[in-house]
T-cell receptor, first 115, second 117 residues
Framework: QKEVEQNSGPLSVPEGAIASLNCTYS??????FFWYRQYSGKSPELIMS????GDKEDGRFTAQLNKASQYVSLLIRDSQPSDSATYLC???????????????FGRGTQLTVWP | GAGVSQTPSNKVTEKGKYVELRCDPI?????LYWYRQSLGQGPEFLIY????????DSGLPNDRFFAVRPEGSVSTLKIQRTERGDSAVYLC???????????????FGEGSRLTVL
């Protein structure tokens, strides 16, 4: 059973601070990792994808991947109230030898950025 | 279309009825996924297609659930004899095919909210 665990929330940070969201996964074979943002009542929206160890930056967002530790994180710099949402970590797995993996999602971490 | 389109956006039905949910993926995306999401939970995998075939249907909870994608584009999720526990948001997503065993980025539709009374 492949599992994706996210740090329990809710997480609350002041505007302008760095928000740090963490995720661990159980399947060492996973090769594709994603962070999604989900506003209340809306569908998940892709923020970042990361496939290689290290850091990947996109604007105020940085994803970090450490496959040896089976750990992926998302940093949000200069947090804004509009960043308030639930953040979902998603990790790929492989079944039946398929070249495309199903994504396993964590339960999400609710982030609140207060002005 | 520009994004993944799902219909209906809302469906209210009675216990025991049959329901169909439709998904129109992003043009050119070969992979199509169905997930369902309950309140406070992450999306739960149901099934995914590569082209017309179901590459992995192991997430379907029981034989009341079935999905098709006959022409490799639009997909329909079918639920027979609906139960109150089937109430959830059903999300469809599509992605490009990547090489090297990588999974392409999934783009989600707005979902179909199913309520079984």
């Amino acid at each position: 059973q492949k599992e994706v665990e996210q740090n329990s929330g809710p997480l609350s940070v002041p505007e302008g601070a760095i928000a740090s969201l963490n995720c661990t996964y159980s399947d060492r074979g996973s090769q594709s990792f994603f962070w999604y943002r989900q506003y209340s009542g809306k569908s998940p929206e892709l923020i970042m994808s990361i496939y290689s160890n290290g850091d990947k930056e996109d604007g105020r967002f940085t994803a970090q991947l450490n496959k040896a530790s089976q750990y992926v994180s998302l940093l949000i710099r200069d947090s804004q109230p509009s960043d308030s949402a639930t953040y979902l970590c998603a990790v790929s797995g492989f079944d039946r030898g398929s070249t495309l993996g199903r994504l396993y999602f964590g339960r999400g971490t609710q982030l609140t950025v207060w002005p | 279309g520009a994004g993944v389109s799902q219909t209906p956006s809302n469906k209210v039905t009675e216990k025991g009825k049959y329901v169909e949910l439709r998904c129109d993926p992003i043009s050119g995306h070969t992979a199509l996924y169905w997930y369902r999401q309950s309140l406070g939970q992450g999306p739960e995998f149901l099934i995914y297609f590569q082209g017309t075939g179901a590459a992995d249907d192991s997430g379907l909870p029981n034989d009341r659930f079935f999905a098709v994608r006959p022409e490799g584009s639009v997909s329909t999720l079918k639920i027979q004899r609906t139960e109150r526990g089937d109430s959830a948001v059903y999300l469809c997503a599509s992605s490009r095919e990547l090489t090297g065993g990588l999974t392409g980025e999934l783009f989600f539709g707005e979902g179909s909210r199913l309520t079984v009374l």
